[in-house]
């Protein structure tokens, strides 16, 4: 991959913009060129936060057009519905497991739509499920979530691992470093374990 | 080699201006210009200022100027109407240090009550204008403006955009370069006290001024054409420019760097050597007005949007008429708008308000997402501190019928922002407006910027915190209560008794920001749970919109199965791990289902 799209998307609160940081600062490391594009302000408390990220030689729109997309990385499941039309049949779509409901949903006006994942293969997307919420309690820190996803989202990146090790050292504090390349190396071995599994089926 | 190193649009302002030699900054926060002047108090040998608001930062920034000291002033799009005044008057008496004010516009509104497009306020102020269209241009522009600001004796005005403030790219360190203009006193009254007399010659000077701008323009480097297939060409500026190279990577494209005076020779230029001329800008037609009297044919806001954001699809589907490649449609998902966060001290007044059935005029803060469901508790939100003057016109047109049924409503650095002359209006001219300062100890809604009622700094230095009570007193409001508006009862019955006063009153309700972290590491936080066997389902508890409260819907199965009655629908549920314990919740519930976890007799 010598250019790609990306897109971060989920709920504010989750981390995503520090889990596309150092996703850039590790591609800006391979020599990338990078353009990401974020929004702030409203899109805070508990908002949908979508993040739009491309690499390659040069790059000039730091906004992703529809179908182009690359890699979704999606850090709550009904999120990864909602960019659906920035897909394509190539892109593949990373998503966390965990749930977090919208406010309609929490007081009962709307209902959380089921089956999230099976909907995403039967368009012929290639999912994979990480539960990053238990990645980052088994390391310690529930707020290690946007590592262990980064670490997944690592595997399709041509940027070698040890790249995203500098980063997390250069960029965490002393205190939650090793919580956060633990969630990192899990998050990547899962992905790994997926791929296995994907290629012999 | 250089130093590459990835930056945000305004975080490399904050560079740029640094290595322009800055000595002060100021601004008021506003999405989404509010990091640059965070990260200008990053830099050592800078003095940097939180406003009370834009009129006051500008005022800052130019007294800095005419002190031969470099400057600069930010704020977002809306915020320059408030320091339009004296922007206006500063193109007159022009700077001594170089003064750059930067405008971050918000097209789309993604966190903006409007879309203005501030290049007209470089027309209409006579001040040029410079546009980059990412963090890198930014840092090099702002360089750049600091010196032809010194050059030309004039304010610069630099405008990014929402996708040019946000965007992160690679940017180069480069050299420091300070002004030659030695800081100090120096008296001009001739230059800069603008009695009518003085101001006339000034506006001469203003006029060679914009002469020579005229000539620069045209010299600019950044004002650059790339010629390709000469079949199309564009002329575009800011952000639309990478839409355009990514759209139409093949065509011809005059980027226009300044775009305020125009490069007049450089477009009569280009259209010479392009068949066909299409110009490509977000919001206004303000390229494509002064194209057009050229006396060139062009086409611009026919095809391309004038309305929201724009992106390298819009910009070719509206000039080939090709429509987007999207392969899945988008699916029907519950929306996730954002929401007052669980714990919120404002949660609970909006609530007050919303069953004493008044007009809530509300304001610019958090606190404007009470307007959104569950809550539905604000009626008019216009901007920054017009809560207050919107309540005292409403009841000065219906007059004593109004007695009872008006509030306005506000946040503490809106109050201090132009909260305060609206309050002084009310007492001067007899109104009997009841005025609720949520004051939540900071500016919440930017991000936790200090005001001057946190008694701290933008570098976090102690500072004298203001006294919002004594103030109101002073201003001359006799009614002033402070409460705390986590405590459900007492807020309801104040506010009730103040609304029925024909005087006017202050209501402070104080309780710091749960985001604040001196609140996140509190450890005596107490977290509520709701009792299944006593919640009848009754959803009382849902209205507060809390979003640690869940509704768990059941089927008439569940509900025997678990021991409710047939017919309930379903019952409440306290997320634990969202809880903040602020105990607003528990009043809702009539069969007393909410309680301190670890008491389960449900006794308060
Ligand atoms: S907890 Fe109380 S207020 Fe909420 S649904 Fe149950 S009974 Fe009603
Ligand atoms: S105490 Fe009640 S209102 Fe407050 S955060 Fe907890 S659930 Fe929400």
Redesign the pocket.
């Known amino acids: 991959m010598e250019k790609g799209n990306i897109i971060f998307c989920g709920v504010g609160g989750q981390g995503i913009l520090l889990a596309s940081e150092i996703t850039s600062f590790a591609l800006m490391k391979a020599g990338f060129d990078i353009k990401k594009s974020e929004v702030h302000g409203m899109a805070q408390r508990g908002g949908s936060v979508v993040a739009h990220m491309r690499f390659g030689d040069k790059v000039y729109s730091p906004l992703i057009e529809p179908g182009t997309v690359d890699i979704a990385l999606a850090f709550e499941m009904l999120e990864s519905l909602r960019y659906l039309p920035y897909l394509n049949k190539n892109s593949r779509v990373i998503v966390n497991t965990q749930k977090i409901l919208p406010s309609s949903v929490s007081t009962g006006i709307e209902t959380y739509p089921e089956n999230i994942l099976e909907e995403l293969n039967k368009k012929g997307l290639t999912v994979f499920p990480v539960d990053a919420f238990e990645i980052a309690e088994s390391a310690g820190e529930i707020r290690a979530v946007n590592m262990a996803l980064v670490g997944a989202l690592s595997v399709f990146l041509p940027v070698e691992e040890k790249l995203f090790h500098d980063v997390i050292s250069e960029h965490m504090p002393e205190k939650i470093r090793k919580v956060n390349t633990d969630a990192f190396i899990k998050g990547r071995s899962i992905i790994k374990k997926l791929q296995e599994v994907n290629n012999k089926s | 080699m250089s130093q590459k190193i990835l930056l945000s649009g305004n975080e490399a302002i904050a560079l740029g201006a640094f290595e322009a030699g800055l000595r002060v900054a100021s601004a008021y926060p506003g999405t989404p210009s509010t990091e640059i002047l965070e990260n200008i108090s990053t830099y050592e040998g800078i003095y940097a200022e939180w406003s009370p608001n834009e009129k006051v930062a500008y005022e800052v920034a130019l007294g800095a100027s005419f002190a031969g000291a470099r400057a600069l002033v930010s704020m977002k799009h809306v915020g320059l109407n408030i320091a339009a005044d004296p922007l206006f008057t500063s193109a007159y008496t022009g700077v001594r240090g170089g003064l750059v004010v930067i405008t971050a516009d918000d097209p789309e509104m993604h966190s903006s009550q409007n879309e203005q497009d501030n290049r007209n306020y470089a027309f209409a102020a006579k001040v040029p204008m410079f546009e980059p269209s990412d963090p890198s241009e930014a840092k090099e522009f702002v360089k750049l403006a600091f010196q032809l600001s010194e050059e030309f004796d004039t304010p610069v005005l630099v405008r990014t955009t929402t996708r040019v403030s946000h965007v992160k790219g690679l940017v180069n360190k480069g050299e420091i370069v300070t002004s030659k203009i030695k800081p100090g006193i120096e008296k001009i009254p001739e230059k800069f006290v603008m009695l009518p007399a003085n101001a006339r010659l000034r506006r001469k000077e203003l006029d060679k001024r914009f002469v020579r701008l005229r000539e620069f323009a045209d010299s600019f480097e950044h004002n650059k054409t790339e010629y390709n297939d000469k079949k199309i060409g564009f002329i575009t500026s800011g952000i639309s420019y990478l839409y355009v190279k990514e759209a139409f990577p093949d065509a011809s494209v005059l980027k226009l760097g300044m775009v305020y005076p125009f490069p007049e020779k450089i477009i009569k230029e280009f259209a010479k050597n392009v068949e066909e001329i299409f110009v490509v800008e977000e919001l206004d037609p303000f390229i494509e007005n002064y194209v057009k009297a050229l006396g060139i044919r062009c086409k611009g806001k026919e095809l391309i949007p004038a309305a929201g954001e724009l992106n390298p699809s819009i910009v070719r589907a509206s000039i080939t008429g090709e429509k987007s490649t999207a392969l899945f449609e988008p699916v029907k998902i519950p929306n996730r708008p954002p929401n007052l966060c669980p714990g919120c001290p404002h949660r609970g007044i909006f609530h007050v308000l919303s069953k004493l059935n008044v007009f809530i005029a509300g304001d610019i803060g958090c606190y404007t997402l009470a307007a959104l469901k569950p809550l539905s508790a604000m009626d008019s939100c216009i901007c920054m501190g017009a809560s207050i003057g919107n309540a005292l016109g409403m009841e000065k047109a219906l007059g004593k019928d109004a007695l009872g049924k008006i509030v306005a409503v506000l946040g503490d650095s809106t109050f201090i922002h132009s909260g305060i002359t609206g309050l002084i209006d009310v007492v001067y001219n007899k109104g009997f407006t009841t005025v609720l300062i949520l004051d939540n100890r900071t500016t919440a809604m930017t991000g936790h910027q200090p005001n001057p009622a946190s008694g701290q700094t933008v570098k976090g230095d102690i500072s004298t915190m203001l006294d919002i009570e004594a103030l109101c007193r002073a201003i001359g409001v006799k009614n002033v209560y402070t409460v705390n508006p986590n405590d459900i009862e007492e807020t309801y019955k104040i506010v009730k008794q103040e609304i029925e006063r024909p005087e006017p009153s202050v209501i402070i309700t104080k309780a710091p920001c749960v985001l604040l972290p001196e609140m996140k590491k509190r450890k005596d936080k107490s977290l509520y749970i709701?009792i299944p066997e006593?919640?009848?389902?009754?959803?009382?508890?849902?209205k507060i919109g809390c979003p640690a409260?869940e509704?768990v819907p059941i089927t008439e199965e569940d509900a025997k199965k678990l021991g409710f009655k047939e017919k309930q629908k379903?019952?409440?549920i306290i997320n634990a791990a969202l809880c903040d314990g602020c105990g607003q919740?528990v009043t809702?519930?009539?069969?007393?289902?909410?309680a301190l976890s670890g008491d389960k007799s449900g006794k308060r």
């Open positions: 709701i006593k919640c009848t389902g009754c959803r009382s508890c849902l409260i509704w379903g019952y409440s919740c809702l519930c009539k069969f007393k289902a909410i």
